[in-house]
């Protein structure tokens, strides 16, 4: 997966993810209050998360239903990858030196990336 989902195919993408498989009309009911989107619009993201493989359609009755072909995992990761690389040249702790300094974590995160650094640890031993 080297395609990126532009901020609008995400959200597409989270309708997908949410509760596959749906229509165009179902994701534009969806994302219409919050963002004003047409039919128009969202078969446009469609068609071009269709060509970057992010997502099929079947023939369904009436209309087409569209599938994730992303899992949502893969598609985190990927765009993490790319985060970091953009803007802390790679470096996971960068980014997180730069999360503590601005105070961004809460104590419940900061526990929860010890947990994380622990588990890990703990499977690199084994």
Do not use: C
């Amino acid at each position: 997966m080297k395609n990126r989902l532009s901020d609008a195919e995400w959200r597409v993408m989270e309708t997908l993810w949410e509760n596959p498989p749906r229509t165009i009309m179902e994701i534009t009911n969806t994302l219409k209050a919050e963002t004003g989107w047409t039919k128009y619009t969202v078969m446009s993201f469609l068609k071009r998360m269709e060509e970057k493989g992010a997502v099929h359609f079947e023939e369904g009755g009436r209309a087409k239903l569209y599938f994730p072909d992303w899992s949502r995992e893969d598609a985190s990761i990927q765009e993490t990858e790319n985060f970091l690389k953009k803007v802390f040249h790679g470096s996971a702790g960068m980014m997180i030196n730069a999360m503590v300094k601005q105070k961004a974590l809460t104590e419940t995160e900061i526990q929860e990336l010890y947990q994380i650094l622990d588990s890990h640890e703990d499977s690199a031993l084994n």
